[in-house]
C-alpha cells in the first residue's frame, strides 16, 4: 500500500462513520443530534468461553482489568463471532483483542502479540472463524478500529472447565499487564 494510500485511508473510514451515522465527517454525533458522545475511543475485548479451559483465558483478563482500568476504556467480553467484535471495536482509536490461539506444536501458555492481522492469515482461533476473518469483515465495512493490537495466548486444554490450565493461568498476569501498558501508552 502506498503512504499516500495509507494516509487516506482513516479519511475514508472517518467519512463513511460519519455517513451512516447521519453527521458531516469530524463532527460529534453528540453536537448534531444531542445523542450520548462517540464510542469510547479505547475497547478491551476479551474473546473466548469461560466454561472451555484455556479458552477463557481473555474473559479471565478482562475480569482481571476491572478494577484498574479507567471508566473511559470499555471492557467487554463477547465469543469471537465477527459481528460482535465489529459492533465492539466500531470508532475505537484503539481496541486490544485477548484470545486464546490453537498452534502446532503448542507452548500453553506462550502469548503472541501482533498489530496487523494479515489479510491471508489463518484462522487458529479456538472459535469457528477468527479474528482475521472479523478484521477483513470490518476493513469492508469500514468499521475498523483505527489501530488494533492482538494477544493470542496459546491454549493447552479446551476441553469443559471453568479453570485455566496452569501454563495459561501463569500467563494471566503477564497478559494483563501487556494489557494496561498498551491503553496507558
Known amino acids: 500500500m502506498s503512504d499516500e494510500r495509507s494516509r487516506e485511508e482513516p479519511?475514508?473510514?472517518?467519512?463513511?462513520?460519519?455517513?451512516?451515522?447521519?453527521?458531516?465527517?469530524?463532527?460529534?454525533?453528540?453536537?448534531?443530534?444531542?445523542a450520548d458522545p462517540d464510542p469510547p475511543r479505547r475497547v478491551i475485548i476479551?474473546?473466548?468461553?469461560e466454561f472451555r479451559r484455556d479458552d477463557g483465558i481473555g474473559p479471565a483478563v478482562?475480569?482481571?482489568l476491572r478494577e484498574h482500568?479507567?471508566?473511559?476504556?470499555?471492557?467487554?467480553?463477547?465469543?469471537?463471532?465477527?459481528?460482535q467484535l465489529l459492533d465492539a471495536?466500531?470508532?475505537?482509536d484503539?481496541?486490544?483483542v485477548i484470545d486464546a490461539v490453537l498452534c502446532e506444536?503448542?507452548?500453553?501458555?506462550?502469548i503472541h502479540r501482533t498489530e496487523a492481522v494479515p489479510q491471508h492469515a489463518a484462522t487458529p482461533s479456538t472459535h469457528g472463524l477468527g479474528i482475521p476473518d472479523a478484521v477483513r469483515l470490518a476493513d469492508a465495512l469500514d468499521r475498523a478500529p483505527r489501530r488494533l493490537v492482538v494477544y493470542a495466548v496459546e491454549a493447552g486444554d479446551i476441553g469443559f472447565g471453568r479453570e485455566l490450565t496452569p501454563a495459561v493461568a501463569a500467563a494471566l498476569p503477564t497478559v494483563t499487564r501487556a494489557v494496561l501498558s498498551e491503553i496507558q501508552g
Open 46 to 49: 476479551g474473546v473466548g468461553n
Open 69 to 83: 482500568v479507567p471508566a473511559s476504556v470499555a471492557l467487554t467480553v463477547t465469543d469471537g463471532e465477527p459481528t
Open 11 to 34: 479519511r475514508r473510514r472517518d467519512a463513511a462513520r460519519a455517513a451512516r451515522r447521519g453527521v458531516e465527517p469530524g463532527m460529534r454525533p453528540s453536537a448534531a443530534s444531542g
Open 94 to 96: 484503539l481496541a486490544v
Open 62 to 64: 478482562v475480569e482481571h
Open 89 to 92: 471495536w466500531d470508532g475505537a
Open 105 to 110: 506444536p503448542s507452548v500453553p501458555g506462550r
